[in-house]
């Protein structure tokens, strides 16, 4: 933009609600930004800087969250079958590491893009993210507690703890040093395998910590050859009797050469953050348009619970990195389910029962290694009536009772059977010729031996549901059950995931966001009082000044609210719209197409030839009308419905162009009315803003900043043109997307809504093969047609169409409109400069900081875009 207003507005919209809920977290991300800027901005001051710093932390910790993508994290006791399933959900059953030991190592972030209908998954990068130095802190002292818990019960005199508990900071290399010959002494002579297990765990993070420090921190992408290594756990030690000694050499740094190999990644194992992998998913498997609306959606993998290799590092890392998931599959592992192993992923999920209750899906996976003689005993066994009561009471008992201590009650919906050996077999089914994982991953699996015993424990509870159904028609597990039996219930998992985003995901995320700007907002006040009490002061004559500039500022951010708020009310719907008691727009159209279509030459020929209402082609035997014969006719009859195509589209064009005019006009006229409404903070602002002053602001800001969006809030002049363009932009982007996208409907052909059908010869052409005409003529006893309701179709048919696309282009307008109002109001934040400018400080502390601090206001106490 010429003056260095950017008045673009995004092109990403779905759903209102949808939008009103991520406007809602662009409120919040802007809030934290804005207070940023302004802590940033503060003068060192030493009694401050404590609160000033964890305001900034806390804003960047909000600001990451909003920017995170909508998350699914999947979770659960080890080898429950969580990395196949994921696989699984995609298409590709061996995309990650799986194996009957321990395997998943960290944390694996699968970011989803759409990917082409019949192509393959495909992976398309993989990254590694370190720790940084501060998150292996965190996590070592974690792992430190543990420690000190398992030594204290196991009896250790408190001397010997307290020295463990001297060590206590930064795990510099003084510090593991002094760990490994505090542990060689006195942990490991206890013999207990608990506490060793946490000894060499300590020990493998230390030993990478020492021989690659330089990989903190560091962020790196790496060859789909080397992520394997990276997400696989390494082997259980030979001889857990044999101390550890990981201290060995250091792993030169790789940042330089920026290669991350095999020695490198397995020396630096212990110390990732997480392995992301971006993923293109074809739509053929999962189309992801629904979901992919906000950000982006992204699945994480989790090591699973209870491998003794690398437990405790994991429980703690994962602990942090679910506290921002949205939505959280737990797959049980169905021939392991107990309570316990229920109670310790709820309390590994660290959030308030109803937040888990809220974010829950349950799985139970491996379901056809369920004894098998449960299932074949219901499917044969007497015919008593079977109920949800019955199974939950019986059979199921212990997984449905550990699924609903994380689901709450009445949530059995979200319970989720799975078989990821039938998810294969009903791949292989859909996709046989098209090679979904490798013959590799077959043999490792031994599918050829899974499968067909997970087939006969589907069909046994294929049977089963079809008793359930019948007995119990009310029943809850049935659909949950047929779906297993159906695909290993992947399909219904895929939705259960996709309805939890759509209807959760968001509330989720803005919850979140809430509590952290709840946070942010007492961090805000602490520093408000600091500054209060040691910043910098001003007189009262200065703050009533100051409070009048405020309120006019105020005052005008309110009006743009209000007046967004009204937009969509009030421009958005063409039947309702008008413009100075004029007609509402539908009528507008109406009569212009009417005056059109009611033009065209054909109708006098048509009607020429209308007997009581009718055109018949022939009556009896007898041609009534022949075209031969009616040389000297003006107009002639027209010989098929193509011929009214072109002029259709001409009426259509004609009409678009007129409503659109209109809606035009009438936005222009909205702009001038909302300023006359206006006009007291007109006459405010001119009271305020007197020549002097406006000398001042000019000096101050050169004709641009502040006081040039004041004026621009004040005065929508520009409103209509800038709305315009953005339109313009908005529909041009769209059409080029719809270009690209080589599936779309072509929904710019107008004649594509033709109202008639299309190329229907009319039974006078000449040109008509005789045994067309003929049987058009007997199958219809005497073709006819009749004008009237011909044309009354074609008017309605262009009504109609014109009326849609304008529709949608009014509503368009409206949210630009609203989208432009908002942004001219977020540009009148944090007005400080500017009332200093005003009121005529010119001191060396020309603003009050904690008035500017104050200024910030949290979006739910009315601050905001
Ligand atoms: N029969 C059967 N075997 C399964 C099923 N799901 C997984 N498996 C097998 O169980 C083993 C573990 O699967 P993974 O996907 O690696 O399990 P995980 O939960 O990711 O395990 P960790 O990464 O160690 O936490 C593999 O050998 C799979 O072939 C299932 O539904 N039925
Ligand atoms: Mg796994």
């Known amino acids: 933009m010429a003056e260095g207003v950017d008045d673009s507005v995004g092109s990403d919209e779905s759903g209102r609600a949808r939008t009103h809920l991520i406007e809602e977290l662009n409120d919040l991300r802007e809030y934290a930004a804005k207070l940023r800027d302004v802590a940033a901005s503060l003068p060192p001051e030493p009694v401050i800087d404590e609160v000033r710093d964890t305001l900034v932390r806390e804003a960047d910790k909000l600001i990451a969250l909003a920017d995170e993508p909508i998350t699914v994290g999947m979770v659960g006791t080890y080898s429950a079958g969580k990395s196949l399933l994921l696989g699984l959900l995609l298409g590709a059953p061996d995309l990650l590491p799986v194996s009957d030991d321990p395997t998943t190592a960290n944390v694996t972030v699968l970011q989803l893009r759409q990917g082409r209908e019949g192509d393959p998954t495909l992976i398309t990068r993989a990254a590694l993210q370190y720790l940084s130095h501060d998150e292996v802190s965190a996590c070592v002292a974690t792992m430190l507690d543990e420690l000190t818990s398992r030594c204290a019960s196991a009896g250790m005199i408190p001397e010997t703890l307290a020295a463990l508990h001297r060590m206590r900071g930064l795990p510099t290399a003084d510090f593991w040093r002094e760990f490994g010959s505090w542990a060689r002494t006195n942990a490991w002579p206890t013999r207990s395998p608990s506490i060793r297990l946490a000894v060499r765990e300590l020990l493998r993070v230390g030993g990478a910590v020492l021989t690659a420090p330089w990989a903190l921190g560091w962020s790196k992408p790496i060859g789909a050859d080397v992520f394997r290594a990276a997400l696989s756990l390494p082997a259980p030690v030979a001889d857990p009797t ?17 290669e991350v190999d095999a020695s490198s990644l397995r020396a630096t194992l212990p110390l990732i953050r997480r392995v992301v992998l971006d993923i293109a998913v074809p739509t053929h498997i999962w189309d992801l348009t629904a979901l992919c609306g906000h950000n982006a959606l992204a699945l994480l993998d989790f090591p699973g619970l209870g491998a003794d290799v690398s437990e405790i590092r994991d429980r703690g890392l994962a602990r942090r990195e679910l506290a921002d998931v949205t939505t959280i599959f737990v797959l049980l592992h169905g021939q392991r389910v107990s309570d316990a192993a229920a109670m310790t992923i709820l309390d590994m999920l660290d959030r308030a029962p109803e937040d888990i209750h809220d974010s829950v899906l349950v799985g139970i996976g491996r379901f056809d290694q369920l004894p098998h003689s449960i299932s074949s005993d219901l499917a044969t066994g007497p015919s008593a009536r079977l109920s949800d009561s019955q199974l939950t009471g019986g059979v199921l008992a212990a997984v449905l009772s550990s699924a609903r201590q994380l689901l709450g009650s009445d949530r059995d919906e979200r319970i989720h059977f799975h078989s990821a050996m039938l998810g294969i077999a009903a791949l292989d089914r859909r996709f046989a010729d098209r090679g979904r994982y490798s013959p590799e991953f077959a043999a490792e699996r031994s599918l050829a031996e899974h499968i067909p015993r997970a087939l006969d424990n589907g069909a046994s ?10 007995d119990d028609p009310g029943s809850v597990l049935a659909p949950a059950l047929t779906a297993y039996a159906d695909d290993g219930g992947v399909r219904r998992i895929r939705d259960g995931v996709e309805r939890h985003v759509q209807t959760h995901g968001l509330r989720i995320r803005r919850a979140q966001l809430l509590r952290q700007a709840d946070r942010l907002e007492t961090t805000q006040q602490r520093l408000i009082d600091a500054l209060r009490l040691h910043g910098p002061r001003e007189n009262d004559e200065t703050r009533a000044q100051r409070d009048v ?6 005052s005008v951010r309110n009006s743009l609210a209000h007046l967004a708020d009204r937009s969509t009310l009030e421009l958005a719907d ?20 009417v005056g059109e279509i009611f033009g065209w030459p054909e109708w006098s020929a048509l009607f020429a030839a209308v007997r009581d209402g009718v055109v018949c082609a022939r009556l009896g035997d007898e041609l009534i009308f022949d075209q031969e014969d009616e040389e000297d006719q003006p107009s002639r009859l027209p010989l098929s419905t193509r011929e009214f195509e072109a002029r259709f589209t001409e009426a259509v064009t004609l009409g678009e162009r007129f409503a659109r005019d209109r809606a035009w006009t009438l936005l222009a006229e909205w702009a001038r009315r909302a300023d006359v409404e206006r006009s007291a903070l007109h006459h405010r602002r001119a009271e305020i803003i007197t020549p002097a002053v406006q000398q001042r602001l000019c ?4 004709g641009r900043g502040y006081p040039r969006y004041l004026d621009r809030a004040l005065n929508l002049e520009w409103l209509p043109d800038t709305t315009r363009k953005n339109v313009e932009q908005r529909m041009a982007r769209r059409a080029e997307a719809g270009r690209n996208d080589e599936n779309a409907a072509d929904t710019d052909d107008p004649v594509g809504k033709f109202p008639l059908r299309r190329n229907a010869g009319f039974a006078w052409d000449p040109g008509m093969p005789e045994a067309v005409r003929a049987s058009v003529v007997t199958a219809v006893a005497g073709h006819q047609i009749r004008p009237a309701r011909l044309r009354r179709e074609l008017v309605n048919g262009a009504v109609d169409l014109v009326i849609s696309r304008i529709s949608a282009e009014q509503a368009e307008i409206a949210w630009v409109v609203a989208e432009l109002l908002r942004r001219s109001r977020a540009r009148l934040d944090a007005p400080e400069l500017f009332v200093a400018t005003v009121i005529g400080i010119e001191d060396d502390h020309p603003t009050d900081p904690a008035a500017d601090l104050a200024a910030v206001r949290h979006p739910a106490r009315g601050g905001g875009g």
């Open 242 to 258: 044999v101390f550890p000694d990981w201290f060995r050499g250091t792993i030169r740094d790789r940042r330089q050469t920026g």
């Open 461 to 470: 509870w294929s049977r089963i549901v079809g008793r359930l159904v019948v």
């Open 549 to 554: 500039v405020e309120s006019l500022v105020e």
């Open 574 to 593: 063409p039947r309702t719209v008008r413009v100075n008691g004029q007609a509402g727009l539908t009528d507008s159209v109406r009569q212009l197409i």
């Open 699 to 702: 000096a101050q800001f050169a």
